[in-house]
């Protein structure tokens, strides 16, 4: 038996808002994402080292049983450009340089993640 579904026009107008209504709030979340200015590197939630962002650098990072993530911070993007875990996720991933922005490599438990200035923009005090 067979059954007889109709899309009636209103509900064309929901789906149509909807959509709207979600592209819109992903845009405005991209465009006022901030630049970051450090980048924080953790190896099993410990933090390993700091970079600021602004430098262009190169490390090799130590993740846990003996793995080793290749790091490369230039242009103002970090970027994870070598890896020895076997699915090399990580090193697929795409440039960041946003805050909030990170690339993880699980089976090393790395996790590279971009921060902003964590100095206040406003100085003096408020009365």
Do not use: W
Not at 35 to 60: C, F, H, Q, R
Not at 107 to 123: A, F, M, Q, R
């Amino acid at each position: 038996m067979e059954k007889n579904i109709q899309v009636k026009k209103k509900d064309i107008i929901l789906i149509a808002v909807v959509l709207v209504v979600a592209i819109a709030g992903l845009l405005v979340f991209y465009l006022t994402q901030k630049s970051g200015d450090t980048v924080v590197v953790t190896i099993d939630g410990v933090i390993y080292n700091e970079y600021p962002l602004n430098k262009d650098i190169e490390v090799d990072i130590p993740g846990i049983n003996g793995g080793t993530n290749h790091l490369v911070i230039k242009d103002g993007y970090a970027d994870m450009t070598d890896a020895d875990c076997p699915d090399k996720i990580c090193v697929d991933s795409r440039k960041i340089s946003k805050t909030g922005e990170s690339i993880i490599c699980l089976p090393n438990k790395v996790v590279v993640k971009i921060e902003g200035n964590t100095h206040s923009e406003v100085d003096g005090s408020t009365n």
